[in-house]
């Protein structure tokens, strides 16, 4: 796969996962948030299970030496779509896609600190402009910002490190469908005994809210999810959070024709900001595609 079809994957799961945010708004009615998370997994886990079998009969996934960084991987992903979904009670969706939207500015700093890895100018640069227009995107103002936006802001640091243990991780073992059903195992199970524990899982609930679970379920999380393990064996981490950005774009549309949610004029100017970051990053010389 070229870096130029990885990128265009990495744009439609962000499609899919702006998208989605409108589901996660609309889908708790008498489901609580883990327990919500812990149901989506369950759903996504069993859509991509039969091809990590098959995936790992072709090509034996070594789980004892990536323990450490595959537990990382499924942890990250639980605390960001928990926190995110926890915030969702209380805040817009438009405000939930600008403020996830700061993994574009958290990735280049994690895997800085991580990894030691080089950035390149272009891509500081691309992640500033796209944080810029997110900004522009959100009103420019931060005033109206309530508890569910902080706690959403926390999602947002933890899908950086999400993005950068798995594109670590792809580099090493080109398991994508392995990788990704066994993170969404971790969240399944400690999201749906977390939710029985606390919450209370009825059967009722899920059938209450089940088109919102399997939108969630099925394609943020059974196909967005597996593009983006797939596309980071071609995309550097830094590069997919930048055009990851896009999902803010989406979620603010979906905002706006499903949920009847309005874009003030300033955030028109943001979309073209954040399309604008999308191409730096993708129209580049080819001597320095392979940077990151």
């Known amino acids: 796969m070229t870096r130029f079809k990885a ?3 990495l744009i ?8 989605a945010f409108v589901a996660q708004k609309t889908g708790m009615d008498g489901l ?31 789980f ?22 926890i915030g969702l009670m209380t805040t817009t969706v438009t405000n939930a896609g600008f403020i996830t939207g700061l993994y574009v500015v958290f990735t280049p700093f994690v895997a800085l600190l991580a990894l030691k890895s080089s950035i390149r100018h272009m891509v500081w640069v691309a992640s500033a402009l796209a944080f810029t227009g997110i900004w ?11 508890q569910g936006d902080w706690i959403v802001m926390i999602s947002a640091l933890a899908f950086a490190v999400y993005i950068v243990l798995l594109g670590q991780l792809m580099m090493k ?8 059903a066994s993170a969404y195992l971790f969240c ?8 029985m524990g606390i919450e209370g899982i009825t059967p009722n609930a899920i059938w209450d809210n089940i088109e919102s679970l399997l939108y969630v379920g099925v394609l943020s999380g059974g196909l967005a999810f597996t593009i983006q393990a797939v596309a980071q064996q071609y995309t550097p981490p830094a590069v997919a959070a930048v055009i990851f ?27 073209v900001m954040i399309l604008t970051a999308m191409l730096i990053v993708e129209l580049k010389p080819k001597r320095v595609q392979q940077a990151a």
Request: net charge positive; with cysteine.
């Open 12 to 19: 439609f799961a962000a499609f899919i996962w702006g998208t």
């Open 136 to 146: 522009f995107l959100s009103g420019a103002s931060l005033s109206a910002l309530n």
């Open 173 to 180: 073992s080109r398991a994508p469908m392995v990788v990704t």
């Open 64 to 85: 004892k030496q990536n323990a450490w960084l595959l537990l990382g991987i499924a942890g990250s992903l639980f605390v960001g779509m928990t926190a995110q979904q």
């Open 245 to 271: 950005s896009s999902e803010s774009l989406f979620a603010a549309m979906a905002g706006a024709i499903v949920l009847g949610e309005r874009i003030a004029p300033l955030g028109y100017i943001g979309c």
């Open 7 to 9: 990128d265009l994957l």
């Open 188 to 195: 399944a199970l400690l999201g749906t005994a977390l939710g």
């Open 32 to 62: 609580g948030p883990i327990s919500f998370v812990g149901v989506r997994f369950c759903i996504s886990f069993l859509c991509v299970l039969p091809f990590a079998l098959r995936e790992y009969r072709r090509h034996a996934f070594a």
